[in-house]
């Protein structure tokens, strides 16, 4: 009976495949539609990710510098580093002290002789501190900038986070874009997915009235067509899959040399596991949802004549 | 068994196909079904083939009730029906063998046991040897007989034929009916309707005349005259 069950099943795919291969120009054609409308997304999905991938992620980039007035004693700023450990969302905190800055000045600036003229350390303690990688959204930096200007002795906080926060917005931005282009082109593949079973229902239609003659449910007849659906839908995704691996090979190149001009290594990666995994599912499903609708609707309309 | 009492069929478009029709069909009895053109014949196989469902009256086949059977159910009744066309119904683009064997492949017959089905019931057809050609490659008269195999090949209770002779010389169309006597002799209801008196006469089988959607003279109707049904 369970063999039964999955020879059928095996028949059912290994038919709807041949019946795409007999008919290659046909099924290019639509996978080729298919296809496009999915590597939109994914390539999209792609540069999303390669922008925060050459921008070394938002967390990092975030930090708040505290400069303390010049009269606060180091002791006192350690302190208050310590309490500022204790806060929840803070990551790390570093005591850059101002006998510290002085001497990196003095070995980086080339100005040396001029900082020998001068009587005193111009130079305040600072402290530089990050937050947690879940704790850096402008309410959680505002808060915290708040928190460590309360404190007598701090001069001035400075974020350096605006271009982060910017950046931030503009990525958020292409993910809605992102969301709204795979809602948009998913639909698209459904129409084309369920257009096309349609036409294959309607040409099939003397071998469907015969098969319901001899006794062949519903789910019998639907299932050649489901199969040819996600058949449809797994073929246009690897072949979007292709086109944006194929976009990044074409790609690679001029992204690493102008990444070179600003002295970076960076190199422009391909699709992942995880990205393929969900252009294939994504395909796979509106190809079985596609031709799920197209059979339910058509198949209905067809009985046997006699 | 088949027991048909006072069946009546009236299509959407108001035509009333059947009139309260009564009769009954025993367990492997064959049985013709004539009458001109329009009188019904065609109506009383839809309804046993549960192409249509009775209007009124008490349609029973094999202890299903047509009238009330659901239709989850109807794939499972119609695999106990063998259906024969006038006009064959093969699917052109499948070899001889593919063609036979859709009943089974719809029951789920292994493929040994379909195997050996498919080769018996082409056998009692005479086309054994031919399970590799495409229905095109045949004479009209065999393709006739390759509908008749797939009729038969998932060992039905019923077999049901319309018009099965209408495209067949004389001699051809005898041959067929005696297939489906020798089908009737082991057991199997069969139901051929056919406006060829030449045929019915042919064969001392009860015969069930239909006109203007009754049954003429109740089920144990006499032969009509070659001519009553022209």
């Known amino acids: 009976m369970i063999a039964g069950y999955f020879t059928h099943h095996a028949q059912a795919l290994l038919g709807s495949l041949g019946r795409l291969c007999r008919a290659p120009f046909a099924t290019a054609l639509t996978l080729l539609v298919i296809g496009l409308a999915l590597a939109l997304p994914l390539a999209l999905a792609l540069f999303v990710s390669n922008a925060m991938a050459a921008t070394g992620g938002f967390t990092?980039?975030?930090?708040?510098?505290?400069?303390?007035?010049?009269?606060?004693?180091?002791?006192?700023?350690?302190?208050?580093?310590?309490?500022?450990?204790?806060?929840?969302?803070?990551?790390?905190?570093?005591?850059?002290?101002?006998?510290?800055?002085?001497?990196?000045?003095?070995?980086?600036?080339?100005?040396?002789?001029?900082?020998?003229?001068?009587?005193?350390?111009?130079?305040?303690n600072v402290l530089h501190?990050?937050?947690?990688?879940?704790?850096?959204?402008?309410?959680?930096?505002?808060?915290?900038?708040?928190?460590?200007?309360?404190?007598?002795?701090?001069?001035?906080?400075?974020?350096?986070?605006?271009?982060?926060?910017?950046?931030?917005?503009?990525?958020?931005?292409?993910?809605?874009?992102?969301?709204?282009?795979?809602?948009?082109?998913?639909?698209?593949?459904?129409?084309?997915i369920g257009n096309t079973i349609r036409l294959e229902i309607q040409g099939r239609r003397p071998e469907i009235e015969v098969v319901r003659l001899v006794g062949g449910s519903t789910g019998f007849v639907r299932r050649p067509f489901l199969y040819a659906g996600m058949l449809y839908g797994l073929g246009g995704a690897l072949l979007a899959w292709g086109l944006v691996v194929l976009a990044v090979l074409v790609l690679r190149t001029p992204v690493a040399t102008l990444a070179q001009l600003y002295g970076s290594r960076y190199a422009l990666s391909g699709p992942g596991v995880r990205e393929v995994a969900v252009v294939l599912g994504a395909g796979v499903a509106l190809g079985w949802l596609g031709a799920w609708a197209a059979a339910a609707r058509h198949l209905r309309r067809i009985e046997p004549r006699a | 068994m088949?027991?048909?009492?006072?069946?009546?069929?009236?299509?959407?478009?108001?035509?009333?196909?059947?009139?309260?029709?009564?009769?009954?069909?025993?367990r492997g009895e064959m049985v013709f079904l004539t009458g001109r053109s329009g009188a019904g014949k065609s109506t009383v196989l839809k309804l046993i083939a549960l192409l249509e469902r009775p209007t009124r009256g008490n349609a029973v086949v094999n202890g299903h009730?047509?009238?009330?059977?659901?239709?989850?159910?109807?794939?499972?009744?119609?695999?106990?029906?063998?259906?024969?066309?006038?006009?064959?119904?093969?699917?052109?683009?499948?070899?001889?063998?593919?063609?036979?064997?859709?009943?089974?492949?719809?029951?789920?017959?292994?493929?040994?046991?379909?195997?050996?089905?498919?080769?018996?019931?082409?056998?009692?057809?005479?086309?054994?040897?031919?399970?590799?050609?495409?229905?095109?490659?045949?004479?009209?008269?065999?393709?006739?007989?390759?509908?008749?195999?797939?009729?038969v090949v998932g060992k039905p209770a019923v077999l049901i034929a319309d018009e099965p002779t209408g495209n067949l010389d004389p001699g051809l169309a005898l041959e067929v009916m005696r297939l489906f006597k020798r089908f009737a002799d082991v057991g199997v209801t069969v139901i051929v309707a056919t406006h060829d008196l030449h045929v019915v006469h042919e064969f001392s089988q009860r015969t069930i005349v239909l006109a203007d959607g009754q049954v003429q003279g109740g089920a144990e109707a006499p032969l009509p005259s070659m001519t009553a049904v022209r």
Do not use: C
Not at chain 1, 143 to 160: F, I, K, N
Not at chain 2, 2 to 26: H, P, Q
């Open chain 1, 60 to 124: 990092g980039a975030v930090d708040v510098s505290v400069y303390f007035k010049p009269d606060t004693a180091l002791s006192r700023v350690q302190q208050l580093a310590r309490d500022t450990r204790a806060r929840a969302g803070v990551a790390t905190v570093q005591v850059i002290s101002s006998a510290d800055a002085l001497a990196e000045f003095r070995q980086y600036s080339g100005f040396g002789a001029a900082l020998d003229a001068l009587g005193s350390n111009p130079l305040p």
């Open chain 1, 129 to 192: 501190v990050r937050p947690a990688p879940d704790a850096s959204g402008a309410a959680d930096l505002d808060a915290l900038r708040h928190y460590l200007a309360a404190w007598p002795e701090v001069d001035t906080v400075q974020v350096d986070a605006e271009w982060v926060l910017r950046f931030n917005a503009i990525l958020g931005l292409l993910r809605r874009v992102l969301g709204i282009a795979a809602v948009l082109l998913g639909a698209g593949v459904l129409a084309v």
């Open chain 2, 2 to 26: 088949i027991l048909f009492e006072r069946v009546s069929k009236r299509y959407r478009n108001g035509r009333e196909a059947l009139r309260s029709a009564t009769f009954s069909i025993d």
């Open chain 2, 65 to 151: 009730n047509l009238a009330t059977l659901r239709s989850r159910h109807l794939p499972a009744y119609r695999r106990t029906l063998g259906v024969v066309f006038q006009e064959h119904r093969l699917l052109d683009d499948r070899p001889v063998f593919d063609n036979v064997a859709l009943p089974l492949v719809v029951s789920g017959v292994s493929p040994p046991e379909m195997d050996k089905r498919v080769r018996a019931a082409l056998d009692q057809v005479g086309l054994l040897g031919k399970e590799r050609l495409l229905p095109s490659e045949l004479s009209v008269g065999e393709q006739q007989r390759v509908g008749i195999a797939r009729a």
